[in-house]
């Protein structure tokens, strides 16, 4: 709890989610309240490797080279639930419309499992958006379908096709006692084939899930202690980028090995719903998320803003910001 008063001297208190036990409190929310909630899109039909390839050539061309190309989950096997485990379901997944695929092995898909590039990075990261993983496949851990539980406040914030998708689908979960098998699995593989860096996405899903595993605050116990030993093991303890990490439970279990997170929204480049001009009104409202978390999360994290489009017609917004 923190004590204060404003320029015109009148005190205010505010009191900030803590952690103590299996007991986590939080903020609640208020109608009418504004709440950025953070979904990352699942793997597109158009993934393609080659072509992301030749816009980091065009970079190192233009002697601008990046840093680090982080790939997303596109690059992972995942599987259809109604098909069998052999068969990939990359292709019949596009964004928004998200049919039940779960990961059915820690090694890259056929897109990306033969490709050989000649670009050298000093750093190369693979996002491990694990949304859950198909029960019963061989060499992989055990896993269980569960049902999601939303909370009231939830329930409140803006609809998110994402979280529908997680309601709708239900969760393969793996038990929290073998949470460390999941990330070695992972994090090992891609150590093994030259990944200097991980991405971690959406691990806030433990909240809808901790109904028979003793709440959020120990189901989330479990899962941020099995990754953080994986990081350490695997990528020097701190190479990783948190996604879609805005809850409280970061902040007190995620940040042992993790210093590099999200503090906004996906960058959408156009919205089809609130501003005629289907652009400038959600560049806005990123700007601001952004700028006003990274104010108080910057004191914990170095706050990332997410993908910017250099030929946006925001584009001057977003370098002033």
Request: glycine share 6%.
């Amino acid at each position: 709890m923190l004590l204060d008063k404003s320029n015109l001297g009148r005190p205010y208190v505010i009191l900030l989610p803590l952690v103590e036990g299996s007991f986590g409190a939080s903020l609640q929310l208020r109608v009418g309240d504004n709440v950025d909630i953070c979904v990352e899109v699942g793997p597109q039909r158009s993934t393609n490797l080659a072509s992301r390839v030749d816009g980091v050539k065009t970079l190192q061309g233009a002697r601008c080279p990046p840093r680090m190309l982080i790939i997303d989950d596109g690059w992972q096997s995942i599987c259809i639930d109604d098909d069998p485990i052999e068969k990939e379901g990359i292709d019949r997944a596009a964004v928004g419309k998200e049919k039940p695929y779960r990961l059915v092995k820690f090694q890259e898909n056929y897109r990306f499992k033969d490709y050989e590039s000649t670009i050298t990075l000093s750093n190369k990261g693979m996002g491990a958006f694990i949304k859950d993983l198909k029960p019963n496949v061989p060499r992989m851990p055990e896993s269980r379908i569960v049902d999601t539980h939303v909370s009231p406040d939830l329930l409140r914030t803006m609809k998110d096709f994402a979280v529908c998708n997680f309601v709708r689908d239900r969760v393969g979960l793996v038990p929290p006692e073998l949470a460390h098998q999941m990330y070695e699995g992972l994090h090992s593989h891609l150590k093994s084939v030259g990944i200097d860096d991980v991405k971690i996405d959406v691990i806030e899903v433990l909240e809808l899930l901790s109904e028979d595993y003793g709440g959020r605050v120990e189901l989330a116990k479990a899962y941020y202690k099995a990754d953080t030993v994986s990081l350490r093991k695997h990528f020097n303890g701190n190479a990783a980028i948190s996604s879609m990490q805005q809850a409280s439970d970061f902040f007190f279990f995620g940040t042992e090995t993790i210093s590099l997170r999200r503090v906004g929204d996906d960058f959408w480049h156009s919205d089809p719903y609130w501003d005629p001009t289907r652009a400038f009104w959600l560049q806005g409202c990123h700007m601001v998320h952004c700028t006003y978390n990274s104010l108080w999360m910057g004191n914990f994290i170095l706050p990332e803003w997410d993908m910017f489009q250099s030929y946006h017609q925001c584009v001057k917004l977003h370098a002033a910001s």
